[in-house]
C-alpha cells in the first residue's frame, strides 16, 4: 500500500476540500509523516507490523467517513452524497474501472442506482364512519406505513383475513378460500383480520406450529386492493400461539412500500365502533369466528372516511462499484470484495441508544461500517499492485469492490447487486463480504459462512498462517449483513467481521476514537490474501447449500426449542446481542425486545453464542426459563414459555 502524500492529496475533489476541512487539516498532517515512511504493498505475516503510513492512511479513511459532518450516512442525504463521492475518488484513484465502463457516459458508470421505499412526512391521519366525529388518533389507529397518503371514501366491507387460499403445506381446512369468485372491492374501504385463521386455543387453523405463510401481511393486502379496495383497515388481534395484543403503531415518517391506498392498523374496539356505525347488527366477533372457519366478504354499508396527509419524497440509493480487470481464461470469473457505506443517520431506526439520543444525535458509525470501507479503499490499491505484479501469462478473475448502500434499511444495495449484477452471478466464485472490522478485540477474526463453499473452509484455513489475528474459521452463515443476499443467490461468501459485539454497536458511541486500527489493518492484509488466492486459484468455488437451521450445540445435540430471535453477535464482557425479535415467539411474548443483550438464562451467566446454545440444548417445549436481559443500561428479569422447533 502507497502512502499517501501532499500532491496525492491535493486531488481531492473540490466537494470534499470544502467539506470537511478539520478532516483535511488532520490528513495533511499524518501525511507530513507518511511521505518520510515505507511505501511498501500490503504484505502478509512475515512482515507482522504495518508501515505507521498504511495505519495512518486506514484512519484517515475512517475519520473522514465517521466525521459528525457527514452525519451517520443516511441514504439520501447530503452526508451519504459526500460518502460515495469520496469513495468513488479513492476507488478511480487507485487505478480501478468504473463498474460500468469508462465508455458510459449519460450517467455516473461508477453508481448503481436503485429506489428505496420512499419517506413519507406525516402530518395527520383521520378515520371517521357517517356523520360521526372522527375517532380518537393515535388511541383507535395507527399508521403502520404499510400503505400510502391518501384520501378515501367508500362502504366497509369485512373480507376476513383477506387470505386467498390455504397454503401449500397446510394439514387442515384445505378447501380455504377467502373470495369468492368474481368479488369486487372497487371504491369500498375493506377490513381484514391480522396475521390467520386460528382454532379454539388460538393455533394456526392450517396444522402450522406457529404462523404459515397465509398470514403474511403483503399478500393479504395485495388480495384486497387487487380487487379495488380504496383503503384497508387491518384489525389488530394476538396472533397464532400468542395471547399476547400487539400493539397499534405510530409513526411520524416512515417507509411505505406494500400497496398504493392508505392502510390503518386499528384497534378491536375501533373495528367494532366502525361496524355499529355503518349501522350494521353484527358483532366482529361473530365475523371473527366465521372468518376462522371459511372465507367471508360481507357487505356492512354505511360510509368510512379513511385520511392519512403528508408528504412524500421519494429516495434514490446508489451502490458505488469499481472494477479490477481479470486476465486471460480467468477474466470473466469474478471475485466480490464489498462493505455497507451507509448507517442510520440520526438512529431514527435501528438504534440501540437511549430514548433521549434516538432521532436526535448523529450515530456515526465509525465501526459500523466505516471500519469495512476503510479497507476496501486500501484493498482497491493493493489488490491494482498485486495484479500489475503478475507475469503477463498469469490468468486472473476481475475483482469487483462495491460500496453498498442502505444495508441497515434491509441490505438493500446487496439485494439489488444480486438481481442486477454487473457480471453474472454464475460467474461469481467468491464474495467477501467486510462490516465490523475496527475493534477487533484479543486479536479474535471471524471469517464466517464457509459451509457455503465446496472446499472454502480449508482453503481459509490455509491462509490463517498468514496472519498475526486469531482466526474463527467459521462454516456457520449469519442472515446479519449483505452477504446474504448472495447466499440466497448460491453464491459462496466469506464474512469478515470482529468476533464479538461492542456495545457501543448502533449508537452515537461507535466513534472513530474507539478504532484499533492495528487490528483492522491486519484484518484487511488477511483479506487481500485471501482475495488475491481465490482470484488465482484455478477451480472456482461451488456453491453448497448450508444447513443454518441445523446449527448445533456445543453438546452436538440440535436444541428441540426455538426462542425466536436474530443474533447480532456477543458483547465484550459477556452476553449476547439480540439483532431483532419476532412478535410471535417465545422471546417476543416474554418482553424481549431488539437491542436487548441477554446477560443471565435460567441462573447461569451468559458468556457468549456457544455457551448459550448448550443451555437451549437442553430444554424440552413448553419449558419455562427466568433471564436477564440489558435494555439501556438497566438489567430486566423477564420470563418465557420456549416453544418447539
Known amino acids: 500500500m502507497k502512502a499517501l502524500d501532499r500532491s496525492r492529496r491535493a486531488c481531492l475533489p473540490a466537494l470534499l476540500l470544502l467539506a470537511a476541512p478539520a478532516a483535511l487539516a488532520q490528513e495533511a498532517a499524518t501525511a507530513q509523516k507518511a511521505a518520510t515512511a515505507s511505501e511498501a504493498a500490503i504484505t502478509p505475516a512475515d512482515e507482522v507490523m504495518p508501515s505507521e503510513a498504511l495505519l495512518n492512511e486506514y484512519m484517515e479513511h475512517v475519520d473522514f467517513l465517521a466525521s459528525p459532518f457527514l452525519e451517520g450516512r443516511l441514504p439520501g442525504t447530503q452526508g451519504m452524497e459526500i460518502a460515495k463521492d469520496y469513495m468513488q475518488y479513492f476507488f478511480d484513484r487507485a487505478g480501478l474501472e468504473p463498474g460500468y465502463g469508462r465508455e458510459v457516459t449519460d450517467r455516473n458508470p461508477w453508481r448503481q442506482p436503485f429506489p428505496l421505499a420512499g419517506q413519507h412526512s406525516l402530518e395527520t391521519i383521520q378515520l371517521?364512519?357517517?356523520?360521526?366525529?372522527?375517532?380518537?388518533?393515535?388511541?383507535?389507529?395507527?399508521?403502520?406505513?404499510?400503505?400510502?397518503?391518501?384520501?378515501?371514501?367508500?362502504?366497509?366491507?369485512?373480507?376476513?383475513?383477506?387470505?386467498?387460499?390455504?397454503?401449500?403445506?397446510?394439514?387442515?381446512?384445505?378447501?380455504y378460500q377467502g373470495f369468492p369468485e368474481g368479488t369486487d372491492l372497487s371504491g369500498k374501504v375493506a377490513m381484514i383480520l391480522r396475521y390467520e385463521p386460528v382454532d379454539e386455543e388460538n393455533h394456526s387453523a392450517f396444522g402450522a406450529r406457529r404462523r404459515s405463510a397465509a398470514s403474511e401481511l403483503k399478500g393479504k393486502l395485495e388480495a384486497v386492493v387487487e380487487r379495488g379496495a380504496a383503503a384497508v383497515l387491518v384489525v389488530n388481534k394476538p396472533s397464532p400461539r400468542s395471547t399476547r395484543m400487539p400493539r397499534l403503531v405510530h409513526r411520524t415518517t416512515w417507509s411505505s412500500g406494500l400497496v398504493d391506498v392508505p392502510v390503518l392498523l386499528v384497534s378491536q374496539e375501533t373495528a367494532q365502533a366502525l361496524i355499529d356505525g355503518t349501522g350494521s347488527k353484527v358483532a366482529l366477533a361473530e365475523l371473527d369466528a366465521e372468518a376462522n372457519r371459511q372465507g367471508i366478504v360481507r357487505d356492512l354499508g354505511g360510509e368510512v372516511h379513511v385520511q392519512v396527509q403528508g408528504e412524500y419524497r421519494s429516495t434514490i440509493a446508489e451502490n458505488v462499484i469499481g472494477v479490477l480487470p481479470g486476465r486471460g481464461k480467468l477474466a470473466n470469473e469474478v471475485v466480490i470484495i464489498g462493505g455497507h457505506l451507509d448507517h442510520l443517520g440520526k438512529g431514527g431506526f435501528g438504534s440501540r441508544a437511549s430514548n433521549e439520543e434516538r432521532g436526535k444525535v448523529v450515530h456515526p458509525g465509525a465501526d459500523d461500517n466505516a471500519s469495512g470501507c476503510a479497507a476496501l479503499i486500501l484493498l482497491a490499491e493493493s489488490l491494482t499492485q498485486a495484479y500489475e505484479g503478475l507475469p503477463a501469462d498469469q490468468p486472473a478473475r476481475s475483482i469487483v469492490f462495491i460500496a453498498f448502500s442502505a444495508e441497515e434499511s434491509g441490505l438493500n444495495g446487496a439485494e439489488h447487486y444480486t438481481k442486477e449484477p454487473v457480471y453474472p452471478l454464475e460467474q461469481t466464485s467468491l464474495m467477501i463480504n467486510f462490516d465490523m472490522i475496527g475493534r477487533i478485540e484479543n486479536r479474535r477474526f471471524s471469517a464466517s459462512g464457509l459451509s457455503t463453499g465446496d472446499g472454502l473452509q480449508e482453503f481459509i484455513e490455509s491462509l490463517s498462517s498468514r496472519t498475526p489475528l486469531i482466526v474463527n474459521a467459521d462454516p456457520g452463515v449469519m442472515a446479519a449483513s449483505d452477504h446474504w443476499r448472495f447466499v440466497q443467490k448460491k453464491v459462496p461468501v466469506v464474512f469478515a467481521s470482529m468476533a464479538n459485539i461492542h456495545d457501543d454497536y448502533h449508537t452515537p458511541r461507535d466513534t472513530s476514537a474507539m478504532i484499533q486500527p492495528l487490528e483492522a489493518v491486519w484484518a484487511t492484509e488477511f483479506v487481500h490474501e485471501m482475495a488475491f488466492e481465490a482470484a488465482l486459484r484455478a477451480e472456482a468455488f461451488t456453491f453448497v447449500e448450508p444447513a443454518m437451521a441445523s446449527r448445533r450445540s456445543a453438546n452436538g445435540n440440535q436444541a428441540k426449542v426455538v426462542f425466536g430471535v436474530n443474533i447480532g453477535g456477543e458483547v465484550d464482557g459477556g452476553g449476547v446481542l439480540f439483532q431483532s425479535v419476532s412478535d410471535d415467539s417465545s422471546a417476543g411474548r416474554a418482553g424481549v425486545q431488539g437491542g436487548d443483550i441477554l446477560k443471565r438464562w435460567a441462573g447461569e451467566d451468559v458468556k457468549d453464542v456457544n455457551s448459550w446454545r448448550a443451555q437451549l440444548a437442553k430444554m424440552n417445549p413448553d419449558d419455562e426459563v427466568e433471564f436477564v436481559v440489558l435494555r439501556d443500561g438497566k438489567e430486566l428479569s423477564l420470563k418465557a414459555k420456549m416453544d418447539g422447533r
Open 128 to 175: 371517521s364512519v357517517g356523520a360521526q366525529a372522527p375517532l380518537a388518533i393515535p388511541d383507535a389507529a395507527g399508521n403502520s406505513g404499510w400503505g400510502a397518503l391518501g384520501d378515501a371514501r367508500g362502504s366497509l366491507v369485512f373480507a376476513g383475513y383477506g387470505v386467498e387460499s390455504a397454503p401449500e403445506d397446510a394439514e387442515a381446512l384445505l378447501d
